[in-house]
């Protein structure tokens, strides 16, 4: 027998950490508030929109972050440039690389915050999946996540700068003069990271905004998908204002298990939350929704979970993953037993949804779905005194 391969961890130097750089970061900034910031700054009103369009080419086409090396604009500009602003990204902490090829990023952010960040190569794709939070404001039961205190909302700076570092790392910038690549490392982007997307709106927003720009990143809203636990009020405006896919960690089919599972059903229970999932395709022109259902030994994995399940979404145009169970340390579950997982996924298709076993992935190095939780909180647990 094979013996499995180690992860590859790399812990990369710490730097110092520099003194507060009072220069606003372009990063993050859209469209309109860049402009805005380089009027403000001195530039001309007449030339803002074209310098614009030049920053955030070499921003987020090319990946630059050297301003002297934004070779059509004058030398004079670029030393303005230089003089008001900054291009600053999360600081890789640690690199861990899984025997399956996942990659798990610990970023440092500002403040000295850490948040992970995970990247899951496919034959046909490559997902990043993002952080939108430090810790998380929710605590549901099953996540590891969840165990972790809400530190603070990431910016918008800090939720682009993921998926930068992730470019970086994968060597996926475009090289000036070379032939043109159409071949794409990171192709998806899910925010299925640390935190509730949807509580914090505005910087996920601006953040997506920036990705989907055809003239920078170009992700298309198609390749992204956000992920909520179910906050009602800002399902619509998530249609209306990013217009991405749509996943909801569902996990229950009874409320007396979901509050349990998912506590903010507590505040917006099944019936309310499936009542504004119902609408979301149409406003969105999504396909569907994804509803994500982990499988949990004995909680809610029996058959009749699953015919219950078909029934509350009926009529949503829908796929159902299926996500076996991944433990971290103290998990108070079980993964349900493959065998029940795809008893459950075949009574799900047979009533005509799909229903895919999403295959664990970054297990030995706790990338996998749920296993997210800064490096910080877990040493600072590991030195905590006992009670």
């Known amino acids: 027998?094979?013996?499995?391969?180690?992860?590859?961890?790399?812990?990369?130097?710490?730097?110092?950490?520099?003194?507060?750089?009072?220069?606003?970061?372009?990063?993050?900034?859209?469209?309109?508030?860049?402009?805005?910031?380089?009027?403000?700054?001195?530039?001309?009103?007449?030339?803002?929109?074209?310098?614009?369009?030049?920053?955030?080419?070499?921003?987020?086409?090319?990946?630059?972050?050297?301003?002297?090396?934004?070779?059509?604009?004058?030398?004079?500009?670029?030393?303005?440039?230089?003089?008001?602003?900054?291009?600053?990204?999360?600081?890789?902490?640690?690199?861990?690389?899984?025997?399956?090829?996942?990659?798990?990023?610990?970023?440092?952010?500002?403040?000295?915050?850490?948040?992970?960040?995970?990247?899951?190569?496919?034959?046909?794709?490559?997902?990043?999946?993002?952080?939108?939070?430090?810790?998380?404001?929710?605590?549901?039961?099953?996540?590891?996540?969840?165990?972790?205190?809400?530190?603070?909302?990431?910016?918008?700076?800090?939720?682009?700068?993921?998926?930068?570092?992730?470019?970086?790392?994968?060597?996926?910038?475009?090289?000036?003069?070379?032939?043109?690549?159409?071949?794409?490392?990171?192709?998806?982007?899910?925010?299925?990271?640390?935190?509730?997307?949807?509580?914090?709106?505005?910087?996920?927003?601006?953040a997506m905004q920036i990705v989907m720009d055809g003239e920078g990143l170009s992700l298309s809203r198609r390749r992204i998908t956000l992920s909520t636990s179910g906050v009602v009020p800002e399902i619509a405006r998530t249609a209306a204002e990013i217009g991405c896919l749509l996943a909801v960690s569902f996990h229950a089919t009874t409320d007396a298990v979901r509050d349990t599972l998912v506590p903010i059903n507590r505040k917006w229970n099944i019936a309310t939350l499936l009542g504004a999932l119902r609408d979301y395709p149409r406003l969105s022109n999504s396909e569907r929704i994804t509803f994500e259902y982990v499988m949990l030994k004995g909680v809610n994995d029996s058959d009749e979970d699953a015919r219950r399940l078909v029934r509350l979404i009926a009529g949503i145009p829908a796929k159902i993953n299926l996500i076996p169970f991944n433990p971290w340390p103290g998990a108070p579950y079980e993964r349900s037993d493959w065998a029940r997982i795809e008893a459950f996924a075949d009574i799900i298709y047979k009533a005509g949804y799909a229903s895919p076993i999403r295959t664990p992935r970054g297990e030995d190095i706790m990338a996998a779905c749920g296993q997210l939780k800064s490096e910080t909180e877990r040493a600072r647990r590991v030195r905590a005194p006992a009670d």
Request: net charge neutral; proline share 6%.
């Open 1 to 206: 027998m094979t013996a499995p391969i180690a992860p590859d961890v790399r812990t990369l130097p710490r730097r110092a950490a520099p003194e507060a750089d009072p220069r606003p970061n372009l990063i993050g900034l859209t469209r309109a508030e860049l402009r805005a910031a380089l009027i403000a700054a001195g530039t001309p009103e007449g030339q803002a929109r074209m310098r614009t369009g030049q920053l955030w080419q070499w921003l987020y086409h090319w990946g630059v972050r050297d301003f002297a090396q934004m070779t059509n604009l004058a030398k004079e500009y670029r030393a303005f440039l230089a003089a008001n602003f900054r291009i600053a990204l999360p600081e890789v902490v640690v690199r861990q690389v899984s025997a399956d090829g996942t990659r798990k990023y610990l970023l440092r952010i500002e403040g000295g915050h850490e948040v992970e960040t995970v990247y899951i190569p496919e034959e046909d794709r490559g997902t990043l999946c993002v952080s939108s939070q430090v810790g998380c404001t929710l605590t549901c039961s099953f996540c590891h996540t969840g165990t972790q205190r809400l530190v603070r909302n990431l910016t918008a700076a800090e939720i682009v700068g993921q998926v930068m570092v992730a470019r970086d790392d994968l060597g996926e910038w475009p090289v000036p003069g070379a032939p043109k690549d159409e071949t794409r490392l990171l192709s998806n982007l899910v925010l299925m990271g640390m935190g509730e997307p949807l509580y914090n709106f505005e910087a996920v927003r601006d």
